[in-house]
């Protein structure tokens, strides 16, 4: 298993495959947003990351973009909901 805030702060990319309604209402400050039905047509943006940490509202749609990033070969990791991410990296905040 990874450390998700170590690779963070390695400065590994964090993905938000949420809507951009989902995201504009709040997001991990760090993350880019590419809907997870976009992902097929922008994969080459994602290609040149070396680490990829996916998350979403609760998991289910960063699951599914991981398993279609590994299918073509990019290096990902999953971040769960950017709730826990947001937590992780500043557990002083709620």
């Not at 400050?29 to 590419?34: A, F, K, L």
């Not at 990902?76 to 947001?86: I, Q, R, T």
Request: with cysteine; glycine share 10%; net charge negative.
């Amino acid at each position: 298993m990874n450390n998700i805030p170590e690779l963070i702060k390695s400065g590994a990319l964090v993905l938000d495959v949420r809507t951009p309604g989902e995201y504009s209402e709040g997001h991990f400050s760090e993350s880019i947003n590419i809907p997870l039905n976009e992902i097929p047509a922008r994969i080459g943006e994602l290609k040149d990351e070396k680490e990829i940490i996916v998350c979403c509202a609760s998991g289910i749609r960063s699951g599914k973009a991981i398993s279609f990033l590994k299918q073509h070969g990019i290096s990902c990791y999953d971040g769960g909901s950017w709730l826990n991410l947001k937590n992780m990296s500043n557990p002083n905040t709620r």
